[in-house]
């Protein structure tokens, strides 16, 4: 049973840039897939940020070149580092697993969630 708990989220002007964390326990996060969500005041939850099972990642267009998921699993922390920040960025920010090898984009497929973070760019 995977545990997840997101941090760092806070209130930034556009431009400038944040690390998030997820702290997983239950698991060594190299093992599944681990995807990154937002969910914008008023919209649905969309998937920004995947790192499958091989360390490989993806990246919704919308944060590509900017969002990146550093691959060090040493800790069995999942970061999201953040950069170039734009208000169209804010959003609550969860972390979640779909205990398989590669990520999908559904959320519905991912059993597993944290509690997410906070993210404001004004």
């Known amino acids: 049973h995977a545990q997840l708990v997101e941090s760092g989220g806070e209130s930034v002007q556009a431009g400038g840039s944040l690390r998030l964390s997820c702290a997983t326990s239950?698991?060594?996060?190299?093992?599944?897939?681990m995807a990154w969500f937002r969910q914008p005041p008023g919209k649905e939850r969309e998937g920004i940020a995947y790192i499958h099972h091989d360390l490989t990642t993806d990246y919704a267009d919308s944060v590509k070149g900017r969002f990146t998921i550093p691959k060090d699993v040493a800790e069995n922390i999942l970061y999201l580092q953040m950069n170039s920040l734009k208000p169209e960025d804010t959003a609550d920010y969860y972390c979640?697993?779909?205990?398989?090898?590669?990520?999908?984009?559904?959320?519905?497929?991912?059993?597993?969630w944290g509690q997410g973070t906070q993210v404001t760019v004004s």
């Open positions: 979640a697993t779909n205990w398989r090898l590669r990520c999908t984009e559904n959320p519905s497929d991912f059993p597993y």
């Open positions: 239950g698991y060594t996060y190299s093992t599944y897939c």
